[in-house]
């Protein structure tokens, strides 16, 4: 951890995942972890080890990392903070290494989800207990989501924070489940928080009230102003549970341009070049567009029609853009093929595979090789129900063993 720097654990392949009416293929779980990787995101909570469909695709993700295929991100996986959900995350998912586990501590939700079956001692203890048992077997960073944390008083967040020190928790994941702080009050929270315990601290913001990007950085920046290291939540385009998360890419540029934390907080390492790949991706995979107005990658993002506008921008574009469009890897021309056009999908043929593949660059050692890819791009369409992207291809052709592991999924 670098002094005065903000960490980004994008949250797309739990929260983002869990909303509903969207989902993502495993394979396309893999490849938005590939992309995090390759930007410098520090750590993607990549899903949900007891559920059994998510098994083979956690598992070969870490595979993926073993082998050098992710080099930097950490793979860590949500869970209930559940004693047993917790034996059975590293029954199932062996080189699991991080772990996030969550519980509500708002007297709102221990009353309202409860009842009187458990009570605020007992929250504590079932913590601490999942807490221990994910050290015992063998975690490396665990991370502790007090759920509803802005709607609990803060001496209890602070009693269930030191709680998860003293158990060795490495982060409290300050959860404003309902999206219910302003940037003001989580700042308040953030710093008694951050003073009282002392430990690193993570924001993990909803949009209901349209603050998500605003509410994390005010509150990154009361754990920094208060010497705890800062963690940001955030989700690829802002997709999550209802209203979502905060966007990744607003998040980023946040931090790094806004006027109050450009030069003074800095953010870890992230290549923000590669911001238009992740969001362009992720809104194929989800199938949702991109708002023509959002921030960086929407589509009128740089554009200016007005004649002032105009005039202003030609002179010099720092009259009406805060920043280079090429900053955010945008910039180069997109070619659609209005002509002929050969796609691979589950029911191609080889003539059609290889000459998809040619334009993608892809060479293959001999005849049974290329078949074994094909097969495997066969499956992918299958199971995404989408034309197969170059990304897609490559990786596949690349990792055939894992690829085949990450879509086998049997109920
Ligand atoms: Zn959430």
Redesign the pocket.
């Known amino acids: 951890m670098v002094k005065n720097t903000i960490y980004i654990i994008d949250?797309t392949n739990r929260?983002g995942v869990q909303t509903s009416k969207l989902g993502l293929a495993k394979l396309e779980k893999t490849m938005l972890n590939l992309y995090l990787d390759e930007m410098g995101v520090s750590l993607s909570e990549f899903g949900f080890p007891v559920t059994r469909h998510e098994t083979n695709y956690l598992n070969a993700n870490l595979e993926l990392a073993e082998i050098g295929a992710m080099k930097r991100i950490r793979l860590s996986g949500w869970l209930r903070a559940i004693k047993g959900d917790v034996e059975e995350a590293f029954r199932l998912v062996p080189k699991l290494k991080d772990v996030n586990l969550s519980i509500p501590i708002s007297k709102q939700m221990i009353k309202g989800k409860f009842r009187d079956k458990l009570r605020w001692e007992g929250i504590i203890d079932m913590m601490c207990e999942a807490v221990d048992t994910a050290r015992e077997r063998g975690a490396a960073g665990i991370g502790v989501n007090a759920e509803d944390a802005s709607r609990a008083k803060i001496e209890k967040l602070i009693e269930f924070a030191e709680a998860a020190k003293q158990h060795g928790a490495d982060r409290i994941r300050y959860?404003d489940?309902l999206g219910y702080d302003d940037p003001f009050t989580i700042y308040e929270r953030i710093k008694m928080l951050g003073e009282s315990v002392g430990m690193s601290i993570e924001l993990?913001c909803?949009n209901d009230l349209g603050m998500a990007v605003a509410n994390s950085v005010a509150g990154a920046k009361a754990a920094i102003d208060t010497g705890v290291g800062a963690y940001i939540n955030t989700t690829v385009n802002g997709i999550?549970?209802r209203a979502g998360?905060a966007d990744l890419a607003s998040t980023i540029l946040a931090v790094k341009k806004s006027s109050g934390f450009e030069n003074k907080y800095h953010l870890q390492d992230i290549d923000l070049n590669r911001v238009w790949k992740i969001c362009n991706y992720a809104s194929l995979a989800f199938r949702v567009p991109i708002p023509l107005n959002q921030a960086a990658v929407g589509n009128n993002a740089f554009a200016h029609e007005s004649g002032i506008h105009v005039d202003g921008t030609l002179k010099d574009s720092r009259n009406y853009e805060l920043y280079d469009y090429t900053e955010v890897g945008r910039g180069h021309i997109e070619q659609i093929e209005t002509g002929r056009l050969i796609t691979t999908g589950e029911y191609s043929g080889i003539k059609g595979f290889k000459n998809v593949a040619g334009k993608y660059k892809l060479k293959f050692r001999d005849a049974a090789e290329a078949r074994e890819i094909l097969e495997l791009v066969r499956y992918a369409n299958v199971h995404t129900q989408k034309p197969v992207t170059e990304g897609e291809m490559k990786f596949i052709a690349q990792y055939p063993e894992q690829a085949r592991k990450i879509m086998s999924v049997q109920p």
């Open positions: 949250v929260d959860c489940t993990h909803h999550g549970e998360n």
